[in-house]
């Protein structure tokens, strides 16, 4: 195998995977999750780790 063809199929491997990254952080289905995390340190109310995670149990379970 020449090292031209593995870097060329490692770039595309890699530009697939970035892709795919991009696609899951902007999902409709993953916004909320992320608002709730990204406005946590603001909140005053939930200093623990655990309310976030019982919050992310909660969204799963009414996900399906």
């Known amino acids: 195998m020449d090292f031209n063809l593995l870097s060329a199929f490692f770039t595309g491997l890699s530009m ?3 892709c795919g ?4 952080a902007y999902s409709r289905e993953n916004s909320t999750r992320f608002e709730q995390l990204g406005s946590l340190p603001l909140d005053e109310g939930s200093t623990e780790a655990g309310d976030v995670a019982k919050s992310n ?4 379970n009414n996900h399906g």
């Not at 990254?21 to 899951?24: E, T």
């Not at 149990?57 to 799963?60: I, N, V, Y």
Request: proline letters at 0%.
């Open 16 to 18: 697939l995977v970035f």
């Open 21 to 24: 990254i991009v696609y899951w």
């Open 57 to 60: 149990k909660e969204m799963e």
